[in-house]
């Protein structure tokens, strides 16, 4: 079973930048991709961004694409979110995610959140 801490989340202020990471640990650590994801107050959880663990391969949520940057690191088990010109609607709790297969939309493991908070 993998678990799942996320850190780095903060305030920061508009057009600021952010690196967010979450740390995986278990036994075993096995993943088809992971993802970022995030709930603001009033609003439901949406993807940000995923990454397949093998290749490396990234998607983006069209919200944040050539602001936002998802990668891994496959010898630490961590993945990480560069977040940059952020904006006041970029302000959430944050989720890490682990998906064990390429079913869309099934991810079996995920973080606490960190928050985020974009503010002048």
């Known amino acids: 079973q993998v678990q799942l801490v996320e850190s780095g989340g903060g305030l920061v202020q508009p057009g600021g930048s952010l690196r967010l990471s979450c740390a995986a640990s278990?036994?075993?650590?096995?993943?088809?991709?992971m993802g970022w994801f995030r709930r603001a107050p009033g609003k439901e959880r949406e993807f940000v961004a995923g990454?397949?663990?093998?290749?490396?391969?990234?998607y983006y949520a069209n919200s944040v694409k050539g602001r936002f940057t998802i990668s891994r690191d496959k010898v630490k088990n961590t993945m990480y979110l560069q977040m940059n010109s952020l904006k006041p609607e970029d302000t959430s709790v944050y989720y890490c995610?682990?998906?064990?297969?390429?079913?869309?939309?099934?991810?079996?493991?995920w973080g606490q959140g960190t928050q985020v908070t974009v503010s002048s």
């Open positions: 990454i397949t663990w093998s290749s490396g391969s990234t």
């Open positions: 278990g036994r075993t650590f096995s993943s088809y991709s």
């Open positions: 995610a682990n998906a064990l297969t390429a079913i869309i939309g099934k991810y079996d493991y």
